[in-house]
Nanobody, 126 residues
Framework: VQLVESGGAEVQAGGSLRLSCVAS????????IAWFRQIPGKEREGVSC????????YYRNSVKGRFTISSDSAKNTVFLQMNSLKPEDTAVYYC????????????????????WGQGTQVTVSS
């Protein structure tokens, strides 16, 4: 099983980035794929989740209207389009997979996820 994130970079506030998470080694359509982020010294927090089994999407309240999650099952890839980025979005972003529909990213469900990627750094400068 492997999850590989890419797309992290340094951008100015107000800018955009698109993160990708490529999955392999499991039945992609049976899994919820989530994005988490972590700032050094702080706990990891949920950002968004895409439930491949039913197409439902979930967002952390602080990113609603700015971030959009999508999935391409032909490529086993989940994307996170991040617009109107703010300095407080600066973090290492991880994708994770769980063989279930999504857990609400506004709550601490990270331990429900079975598989994790290595992370990609997003830095938003003011």
């Amino acid at each position: 099983v492997q999850l590989v994130e890419s797309g992290g970079a340094e951008v100015q506030a107000g800018g955009s980035l698109r993160l990708s998470c490529v999955a392999s080694g499991f039945t992609f359509d049976d899994y919820g794929i989530a994005w988490f982020r972590q700032i050094p010294g702080k706990e990891r927090e949920g950002v968004s989740c895409y439930s491949n089994s039913d197409g439902m999407t979930y967002y952390r309240n602080s990113v609603k209207g700015r971030f959009t999650i999508s999935s391409d099952s032909a490529k086993n890839t989940v994307f996170l389009q991040m617009n109107s980025l703010k300095p407080e979005d600066t973090a290492v972003y991880y994708c994770a997979a769980d063989r279930a529909p999504c857990w609400d990213p506004n709550y601490d469900f990270e331990y429900e996820y079975d598989y994790w990627g290595q992370g990609t750094q997003v830095t938003v400068s003011s």
